[in-house]
């Protein structure tokens, strides 16, 4: 079992930042962030292996920033640059898979936090 807990959630205006944090009870090949806005389905963020490698969705890419420091268990979400349309509670998830990019391929998942981003 892998425990996860997300922070760093809020309100900003459009144009701000905000970074979330995921504390791990362990590591896991990939790890990723997904949101889910109100009446949406939950969708697929970014993701980063262990070694460091990274992939993000069309809708975030140039403006997030997905980092985990191992050693501290941890995965964050650097958000810059933020729309009223990233407006969703943010999930992170964990996976022993590898290049996991679908909601199906991760087990676990933390309860999420809510990122609120007013025009």
């Known amino acids: 079992q892998v425990q996860l807990m997300e922070s760093g959630g809020g309100s900003v205006q459009a144009g701000g930042s905000l970074r979330l944090s995921c504390a791990a009870s362990?590591?896991?090949?990939?790890m990723g962030w997904f949101r889910q806005a109100a009446g949406e389905q939950r969708e697929w963020v970014s993701s980063i292996g262990t070694t460091g490698y990274t992939y993000y969705a069309d809708y975030v890419k140039g403006r997030f920033i997905i980092s985990r420091d191992n050693a501290k268990n941890t995965l964050y979400l650097q958000m810059n640059s933020l729309k009223p349309e990233d407006t969703a509670m943010y999930y992170c998830?964990?996976?022993?898979?590898?290049?996991?990019?679908?909601?199906?391929?991760?087990?676990?998942w933390g309860q999420g936090t809510q990122v609120t981003v007013s025009s």
């Open positions: 362990r590591i896991t090949s990939d």
């Open positions: 998830a964990a996976t022993y898979r590898i290049g996991a990019q679908s909601a199906d391929e991760y087990s676990y």
